[in-house]
């Protein structure tokens, strides 16, 4: 393997960065008036590598700045400053990553160091939303290099562009680049197509032998029909009498699609939906994508599992058929695929919605981050940082140091902090200790401060109301809905009368997924992805809202609640985000 090939290959998938050992291994020619290095030169080097190693990218940095520049007559310096580079993206400091990169390559254009320049280059060039000079940049690597390496960049960057203007001007400038064009074919059969680009698409076919088969469109038009099929694929575990009473909220949710069923016909665009049991394993979901019927389908809701959703998504793909997974947060489930959905917000969404009602509230830009020991909230956590220091806000402490048990792990977090330094503090936890001792240690620094958080805390014993409506705390509640709503109790009186039991949370999202997206089939037919990604937010039959907007591939509406008179009131609804 190649040096730095596993740190390219970790700046492209944003996994955890490590180095291997480089200070024996051969970087090309050596300066053009070699000097030997000085003990400090020395020092600074091998500091540097230990520190970007260990993940201090800040400290790395500053230990290998002074090595980089001609004048320093360093030995090492491209290795320097290739290592800098790659510190400085990790921090996400793009500008400087650029800079020193351009160093490299204009000081020290023999070293060995200049393919890797090129190809980190080209992904800083993306990560600034400039692809056509990331492709330009990419496209000077030597024939052979990195192939494997720019493919999956390119992948990667181009499937998240939704310009269909700035595609084709690409496609312009970059004739002969595969990647591109597979990714724009994709774009065609994700909902980008219509009659006027059937030559586009044939010649995008021909010139990268892409597989016909899988590359001819559903035509949007005429496949709009009076009745839509949709199959339900969920762990109903019909066999397992004992395994049925564990999975009893995949019941509630499929009772709930049946009413939003009967709800469309009753309103004239009436589904036909047929349920299977895809049990709790990934054999017996094969078995039903194995089915020739299921490839007549319209539409797709499920499974539960993440392995099963999966496979499941690339069914989809190559069958050209919209699927929704109904309960996942997962965003990484629906990334590069045009036909795979998530009824729910991803946490990285809850993140950035929440981050942007901060700045738009707040006076205040500073904040503290303590978030709990998952990854949905590790995710969350992190998208609350970059959208809210994106857009002018500090973030000024941000831990992992959450417990779930004790006030002594929780205490982990407040540690050293004093929070009258900050705006407002954000707590990513459900955990039941995480609210009492949070307004513990705001009553002991005397600090009151805007709290975010989630909506499990209104459902805390620990956590009375009233200390929830004294103070300014605002909760994440994608599931909220409005008591007084006419059609939340019609449904709950609906319910009631079918199955003799008010209905439970999965079972009203059953319903609204249903109900959202078969509207969606019988405006646009089967393809209506462009329709999605056209439209933003609109309320839901149940819940606050639901929407696509921008081509987005899970719910960009998250409630933000508040209590307000011992009231719970939406601060965000649906047009005023």
């Avoid at 459900?430 to 609210?435: P, V």
């Amino acid at each position: 393997m190649r040096p730095f090939s596993f740190i390219r290959l970790l700046c492209v998938l944003g996994s955890a960065l490590a180095l291997p050992n480089v200070a024996h291994a051969a970087w090309g020619a050596p300066l053009q008036t070699p000097t030997p290095a000085t003990p400090e030169q020395n020092t600074r080097y091998q500091n540097g590598k230990l520190l970007l190693d260990q993940g201090s990218y800040l400290l790395a940095m500053k230990e290998l700045e002074p090595l980089t520049p001609p004048a320093a007559r360093f030995e090492r310096a491209p290795e320097a400053a290739y290592l800098y580079a790659v510190a400085a993206t990790r921090l996400k400091k793009w500008p400087e990553a650029e800079q020193m990169l351009n160093l490299l390559r204009t000081e020290y254009p023999t070293s060995a160091l200049v393919p890797d320049a090129l190809y980190l280059q080209g992904q800083v060039s993306f990560e600034q939303g400039e692809p056509d000079n990331a492709l330009r940049t990419l496209q000077q690597l030597p024939t052979g290099k990195l192939k494997a390496e720019r493919e999956a960049m390119e992948i990667n960057y181009l499937a998240r562009l939704n310009d269909r203007a700035l595609f084709q001007t690409l496609l312009q400038r970059y004739p002969q680049n595969a990647t591109l064009g597979r990714v724009y074919a994709d774009k065609l059969l994700g909902g980008w197509y219509t009659p006027a680009d059937k030559a586009t698409l044939a010649r995008l076919v021909e010139q990268f032998k892409l597989d016909p088969t899988r590359y001819t469109p559903r035509q949007v038009g005429a496949a709009k029909k009076n009745s839509y099929n949709i199959a339900v694929l969920l762990p109903f575990e019909f066999t397992d009498v004992a395994q049925a009473r564990r999975t009893q909220f995949v019941t509630d949710l499929y009772a709930g699609m049946r009413l939003a069923q009967d709800s469309l016909q009753r309103e004239g665009r009436p589904v036909q939906v047929f349920a299977y049991d895809t049990g709790a394993d990934t054999l017996q979901l094969k078995r039903v994508l194995a089915l020739p019927e299921l490839a007549s389908m319209d539409l797709i809701i499920g499974p539960v599992y993440k392995s099963g959703s999966k496979i499941l998504a690339r069914y989809a793909q190559q069958k050209q058929i919209i699927t929704v997974n109904p309960l996942s947060q997962d965003g990484e489930l629906v990334q590069n695929n045009a036909w795979h959905y998530l009824y729910e917000p991803s946490s990285t969404t809850q993140g950035q919605q929440a981050a942007r009602f901060a700045l738009n509230t707040f006076t205040n830009r500073t904040a503290a981050i303590l978030y709990d020991n998952t990854s949905d909230d590790a995710a969350f956590a992190q998208a609350y940082k970059a959208a809210y220091e994106a857009q002018g806000g500090k973030v000024k402490l941000m831990r992992r140091a959450i417990g779930t048990s004790t006030d002594s792990v929780f205490a982990q977090g407040f540690v050293g902090f004093d929070l009258k330094s900050v705006g407002h503090l954000v707590v990513a936890s459900t955990g039941r200790r995480a609210g009492p001792y949070t307004f513990k240690r705001l009553q002991a620094q005397k600090v009151t401060m805007p709290i975010i958080t989630y909506a499990a805390w209104l459902d805390n014993p620990s956590v009375g109301l009233n200390q929830l409506d004294a103070r300014d705390v605002y909760m994440l509640y994608p599931h909220y809905l409005d008591p007084g709503a006419v059609g939340v109790r019609r449904f709950q009186q609906l319910y009631a009368q079918q199955y003799n039991l008010p209905p439970s949370v999965f079972a009203n999202m059953g319903f609204e997924m249903l109900y959202y997206f078969a509207q969606r089939l019988h405006n646009a037919g089967p393809a209506f992805q462009q329709q999605l990604s056209d439209s933003g937010p609109v309320s839901g039959a149940l819940f606050q809202g639901i929407g696509y907007p921008g081509g987005a591939h899970d719910n960009q509406y998250v409630p933000i609640v508040k209590l307000e008179r011992m009231n719970v009131e939406v601060q965000n609804p649906v047009g005023q985000q």
